[in-house]
């Protein structure tokens, strides 16, 4: 059984920084693509960012790219998402994802994490 649970979320001001963190089990980070993925309240569900499984390819949504930095550590299977430069519009909750499609369209995703809470003030 798969699972993946988030941290690391909170409310910050724009500009300031967040680290999100998802640990996952029953599931190897490093086999296959996993990322990161947002909602907003009326919004729909979108890709953030990937990091491929073998070689550790790194992809960006649009909206994030050169604010926000995703990494893993294969040793701790542990996800991360380096967030700077964050503005009110990052305000989501955040969903740590795997088996996901790197470099296209994002989807299909074969497992979700709970998300955690991220806001943004101005």
């Known amino acids: 059984q798969v699972q993946l649970v988030e941290s690391g979320g909170g409310s910050v001001q724009a500009g300031g920084s967040l680290t999100l963190s998802c640990v996952a089990s029953g599931y190897t980070f490093s086999s296959s693509c996993a990322g990161w993925f947002r909602q907003a309240p009326g919004k729909e569900r979108e890709g953030v960012a990937g990091i491929s499984g073998v070689w550790s390819l790194k992809y960006y949504g649009a909206p994030v790219n050169g604010r926000f930095t995703i990494s893993r550590d294969n040793a701790k299977n542990t996800m991360y998402l380096q967030m700077n430069s964050l503005k009110p519009e990052d305000t989501a909750m955040y969903y740590c994802?795997?088996?996901?499609?790197?470099?296209?369209?994002?989807?299909?995703?074969?497992?979700w994490g709970q998300g955690t809470q991220v806001t943004v003030s101005s």
């Open positions: 994802a795997a088996d996901i499609r790197c470099g296209g369209s994002w989807y299909p995703v074969g497992y």
